[in-house]
């Protein structure tokens, strides 16, 4: 059967976790139009698929009421440590046999702490470098030779963070957030992004490196679609979530994917974990087993909306 193609399309997700607490809750949903909608004005001027995802996460990443960039949650001993990545999937030149070719670029950083959008140092990665992931010393010279600012690691602890590692000093129970930010669009041209930015899980260990920033696991994009994750890295990374999601899209729909690869996760991996797909139609997946995930979403006949997506069945 033929699908209907609704492009350009883009969602975006604030990371699957805890219910925010009441009084965030306002404040949570418009960061989230206000980053759909930064993606949304790209698209509509005909824009690229990837300076769409960056512009959306880009925005999360600035509001401290997401765990990325400036809301990074802190680690054990009190420092913000960030991973982020982006890949793409380009159409290229067809080639001679007529199939249509696509050419997969991808970058990611981690550990990083002196710079305060880490989504588009991924993206310097994969644009400036012929590496996949950097980290360390080299990550924040690359930094300067982008153009992009580095900070006093300290400049990157936001007060509500601060807050919240305190109160987990005193009680262990109280910080269990484990949200991480992401974006995936595909463009007018058929060009599909995915962008996954994290402060990671609360209290880890310094020096922890979650799923975010690796290819196939925080993120994936191919000829088929793109797909971004949120939740408990370990349990993803054993999944290799994002790259499932994707290879399925050859046999069903987008919905389903993202529902029977959170399924599968949570029987094989045992995590709480949400994931975001976009398709090669501009169709939507959202599924998570965690207690809440907050999505929002643009397409040209539906415009932005925001939503909480529902909870898997228990399987
Ligand atoms: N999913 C974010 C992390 O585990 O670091």
Redesign the pocket.
């Known amino acids: 059967m033929a699908h209907r193609v609704n492009l350009p399309a883009l969602i975006v997700h604030g990371g699957a976790g805890g219910r925010a607490a009441i009084d965030e809750r306002p404040g949570r949903q418009r960061g989230l139009l206000a980053a759909v909608e930064a993606g949304a004005r790209i698209l509509r001027d005909g824009g690229d698929a990837l300076d769409t995802v960056c512009a959306a996460v880009t925005m999360l990443e600035n509001d401290p009421l997401f765990n990325a960039g400036y809301g990074s949650c802190l680690t054990s001993d009190g420092h913000v440590e960030m991973?982020a990545g982006v890949a793409t999937a380009r159409r290229a030149n067809t080639s001679p046999g007529g199939r249509r070719r696509f050419e997969i670029c991808a970058g990611g950083v981690v550990l990083v702490s002196r710079v305060r959008n880490p989504i588009l140092l991924a993206r310097a990665v994969m644009e400036r470098t012929p590496h996949l992931l950097m980290g360390g010393g080299g990550v924040e010279r690359l930094a300067r030779d982008a153009g992009l600012r580095l900070c006093r690691p300290a400049s990157m602890v936001a007060p509500r963070a601060l807050k919240r590692w305190q109160a987990a000093q005193r009680d262990t129970q109280a910080d269990v957030q484990?949200g991480?930010v992401g974006a995936v669009a595909i463009d007018r041209a058929g060009n599909f992004a995915a962008a996954t930015s994290?402060g990671?899980?609360a209290g880890k260990l310094p020096g922890r490196i979650?799923?975010?920033a690796i290819l196939g696991a925080?993120l994936y994009a191919n000829e088929r679609g793109a797909s971004s994750?949120?939740?408990?890295?370990?349990a993803?990374l054993r999944a290799a979530l994002s790259r499932e999601a994707v290879e399925r899209l050859r046999a069903m729909p987008a919905q389903r994917v993202a529902e029977l690869v959170i399924a599968r996760m949570a029987r094989y991996a045992q995590g709480e974990a949400g994931i975001i797909v976009v398709d090669a139609s501009g169709r939507f997946g959202f599924a998570h087993n965690a207690a809440a995930m907050e999505i929002a979403t643009f397409a040209p006949t539906a415009g932005s909306r925001h939503l909480l997506a529902p909870r898997i069945g228990v399987v």
């Open positions: 991973d484990h991480t994290t990671g899980v979650g799923d975010s925080g994750a949120t939740g408990h890295g370990e993803i």
